[in-house]
């Protein structure tokens, strides 16, 4: 069964525009972490943002901040002031506390950013 | 830093064949893993380690080992390549959540494999 799901193949935003990218996970633990990662056209994997269960703040680094809202279990991530450089593949990712290293994956969403 | 290191970047192999991916982490982490990406399915767990002499299977084991002798290295081997196995490979290593909750996993560069 997905755990993760993100249901925006394909994302196009202007440059210096905002984006939300999309991100929803299942799961009955009560301990679990939630990230997003970058792929850039290159290949590697970038980490990008961290939210814990517990945390009671949305987690914000630089231009990524992500939206929690644990009742519906989404995670959005917004870029806000989007560059060029922000085209890639996104990821959204689940790591559940009952399964130690694990990490439960989306099928990501494609972020294309236009001058 | 090193960080997470894979070996090789890019390999063709024949249909039968056998190899074994290398990846070695200078971290110190307990916890590695073995993902292959796949276009349209994301991340998708192979193997995995929670430390030395421990290993378990993931979403998709079969064609696939791994053993994990030292904390640094955690290596995979494809027992006779189909080409349903052509596919990127990445390993991850991360410490244990419940002593760094927030930690990322660190990923290498990936290992894109074709098996003709």
């Known amino acids: 069964a997905q755990k993760i799901t993100q249901t925006q193949p394909g994302m196009f935003v202007q440059e210096k525009e905002a984006v939300t990218l999309d991100c929803t996970y299942d799961t009955s633990d009560q301990s679990y972490g939630l990230f997003w990662y970058k792929q850039p056209s290159s290949g590697e994997m970038i980490f990008l943002i961290y939210q814990g269960s ?62 | 830093n090193a960080g997470v290191t894979q070996t090789p970047k890019f390999q063709v192999l024949k249909t039968g064949q056998s190899m074994t991916l290398q990846c070695a982490q200078d971290m110190n982490h307990e ?49 006779s390549a189909a080409p349903s196995q052509t596919s990127v490979y990445f390993c991850a290593s991360s410490p244990p959540h419940r002593q760094v909750p927030n930690t990322e996993a660190f990923f290498g560069q990936g290992t894109r494999l074709t098996v003709v």
Request: glycine residues 10%; contains cysteine; aromatic residues 12%.
């Open chain 1, 54 to 115: 517990y945390d009671e703040q949305n987690a914000t680094e630089g231009r990524y901040s992500l939206n929690f809202q644990k009742a519906r279990k989404s995670a959005n991530l917004v870029i806000s002031a989007s560059q060029l450089g922000d085209s890639a593949m996104y990821f959204c990712a689940m790591r559940r506390g009952s399964t130690l290293g694990r990490l439960y994956f989306g099928r990501g969403t494609q972020l294309t950013v236009w001058p």
């Open chain 2, 31 to 79: 916890y590695m893993s073995w993902y292959r990406q796949d276009p349209g399915m994301g991340l998708r767990l192979i193997h995995y380690s929670v430390g030395a002499g421990i290993t378990d299977q993931g979403e998709v084991p079969n064609g696939y080992n791994v053993s994990r002798s030292t904390t640094e290295d955690f290596p995979l081997r494809l027992l």
